[in-house]
């Protein structure tokens, strides 16, 4: 019997402006040391966002919006 576990777990986030108002629309990717994008996505009317499945790693989630400018914040991903 061979198993291949594999450990992923998920991020999720708010992205908002200086004032705590959410931005919607907003980009956000996900990227690796390589500084490849694996995922991406647009906020919702909430400024939420979340990556399913993200094997576990360090990483990067970046978020920019046409009107404002594009942060970038470490993250790590562990294990479900």
Sequence with gaps: VRM???ATGAVSGVV???TGAAIPGAGVSLINAQQIVL???STDAAG???FEN???GSYIIEAAHS???A???AVQI???
């Design 78 to 80: 562990t294990s479900n």
């Design 39 to 41: 995922r991406a996505a």
């Design 54 to 56: 993200v094997p576990a």
């Design 71 to 73: 942060r970038r914040e």
């Design 16 to 18: 908002q402006d200086a």
């Design 67 to 69: 009107n404002f400018s």
């Design 4 to 6: 291949n576990p594999q």
């Design 48 to 50: 939420s966002y979340r």
